[in-house]
């Protein structure tokens, strides 16, 4: 207390908060609050999240140098002045805002004292919201296929969510629910051959979701299919894609074509022929004969000329041998493969021309009582020998099939195959001509009358056929090995593949 001006002073903890003057109870001045929203870790007013994070701003800075924390009342806003939360207290220094869609907010913080007029201090922050990321499927390892009736599990129990999120898993198989919440599914119920669908749906608790699609092929047990010997009628196709085909003995192909795609193909010293005999079995058409030519009749008549012969017919093409196809994962065994085509058939001879008809006698010579009226007339001339047919060219080898094999995984064994082409057939002899008829003699001599020697002259001898040209053999197919990726090919007529 001063005794001079008579002012006493009150103090609390060492702070004036109040004095004595003249009697009367005199306080200093409210002092405002003071608002502070903490800054970020970057020291700004800026805060990030990801959507579906919790977003958490506080005010612990924020006082009054008068009021204690139970004083001081705190109101957290958006910009457009809707409040958040507020409050009187400790508690409401902190601000929680969740279920934020990606966007920029801007926070206003509000504090109010509580003394006199209740003084307020106001501090602004920007909240930023990015867009939440999709949950990340992971699925460890899954068949591709099942032996039916059987059952398989897919794991996704290592899947993640980029915000920590809680997640649900949804599993379908061929479009309908089998499974949720779960982040393994173990589907029993893979019964039918064919291709199932199988699918995950992941979705966080924002809803941002990803999902994930697997095919697994159904497949029946392998079951071994038997070739055995056989001469086929048509062609051959054993599609058992995932089963074991068994070979033995030998299959005359006569030109069809093979296919053979199978998982395994186990051969027991086998071979594939392509026909019986090479050889034509055609019948050879010979060209006819010419007729003879007639002779000639009435006095000093020519002979008639002989036919030509027919030329000989061509020979049958050769048959060509039909495409051999495997395709398998895995080959085992000794296998042959004579894919080739057969000769043609020879031409026909042609046929000789027939010879030409005799010319007939001359008209006898007439005498008079004294002389020789008329001399004996000419003999008639003989008819041309008729040409002889052309022989047949010969039949166009048929040509060898291609051979192709194709082995994906494991071969073990031996695979030797050959493809030529038929031989050509040899061309038809040509016919030769025919004779030409005699001259005929002259008339007989009469009295007075002598010989004139007035023999009728030959007849030309025909010519003899044409000599064919030669035909051509048939050409080789081609043999390729595909075996584990490494590819060869080969039109030279044979090779081989082998391998331990």
């Known amino acids: 207390m001063s005794d001079g001006n008579k002012v006493a002073y009150i103090t609390a903890g060492g702070t004036v908060v109040a004095a004595l003057v003249a009697g009367y109870f005199v306080y200093p001045r409210n002092q405002p609050p003071e608002a502070i929203i903490d800054p970020a870790p970057d020291g700004s007013k800026v805060f990030t999240i990801v959507q579906g994070q919790t977003a958490q701003l506080t005010a612990i800075d924020s006082g009054d140098p008068e009021d204690s924390d139970s004083d001081l009342y705190f109101q957290w806003t958006s910009i457009d002045g809707e409040t958040l939360f507020e409050g009187l207290g400790v508690k409401y220094r902190v601000l929680e805002l969740s279920n934020l869609h990606p966007e920029t907010h801007v926070i206003i913080l509000n504090v109010t004292d509580e003394k006199g007029n209740g003084k307020m201090d106001s501090d602004k922050g920007t909240l930023v919201v990015t867009a939440g990321q999709s949950p990340e499927i992971r699925i460890l390892n899954y068949p591709t296929s099942v032996e039916i009736p059987g059952s398989a599990t897919f794991d996704a129990s290592k899947s993640i969510d980029p915000q920590n999120l809680k997640l649900n898993f949804a599993w379908f198989v061929d479009g309908k629910v089998v499974g949720e919440h779960n982040p393994s599914l173990t589907y029993p119920n893979f019964i039918e051959s064919k291709t199932y669908t199988v699918e995950l749906v992941l979705t966080n608790s924002i809803g941002l979701h990803s999902s994930w699609k697997a095919e697994v092929v159904g497949k ?166 008729g040409n002889g047919g052309s022989g047949g060219p010969g039949g166009i080898g048929g040509n060898g099939g291609p051979i192709s094999i194709k082995v994906d995984e494991k071969f073990n064994g031996l695979i030797e195959a050959q493809t030529i082409g038929g031989a050509a057939g040899a061309g038809g002899r040509p016919g030769a001509g025919g004779t030409g008829g005699a001259g005929g003699p002259e008339g007989e001599t009469r009295g007075w009358c002598k010989s004139a020697a007035r023999y009728g002259g030959s007849g030309q001898n025909g010519e003899s056929g044409s000599v064919p040209l030669p035909s051509s053999s048939g050409v080789p197919g081609e043999i390729s090995f595909n075996v584990k990726g490494q590819e060869t090919s080969t039109r030279q007529g044979s090779a081989r593949y082998s391998e331990d």
């Open 220 to 385: 029946r047990p392998p079951r071994p299919v038997s070739i055995t010997t056989r001469v086929l009628g048509g062609p051959l196709e054993i599609m058992r894609p995932g089963e074991v085909v068994t070979f033995s003995g030998e299959i005359i192909t006569n030109g069809y074509p093979i296919k053979v795609i199978a998982d395994r193909l186990e051969v027991d010293d086998a071979r594939i022929t392509s026909f019986q005999r090479i050889s034509s079995d055609e019948e050879v058409t010979n060209g006819s004969n010419g007729r003879p030519g007639s002779n000639g009749t009435a006095r000093g008549e020519n002979g008639r000329s002989g036919q030509n012969g027919a030329d000989g017919s061509a020979g049958t093409q050769g048959q060509s041998a039909g495409q051999i196809e495997i395709e398998v994962n895995e080959f085992s065994g000794n296998l042959e493969i004579f894919n080739v085509g057969t000769n043609g058939a020879h031409g026909g001879n042609g046929g000789n021309g027939g010879d030409g008809g005799d010319g007939a006698r001359g008209t006898p010579s007439r005498s008079g009582l004294i002389d020789c009226s008329s001399g004996p007339g000419r003999g008639g001339t003989g008819g041309n020998g």
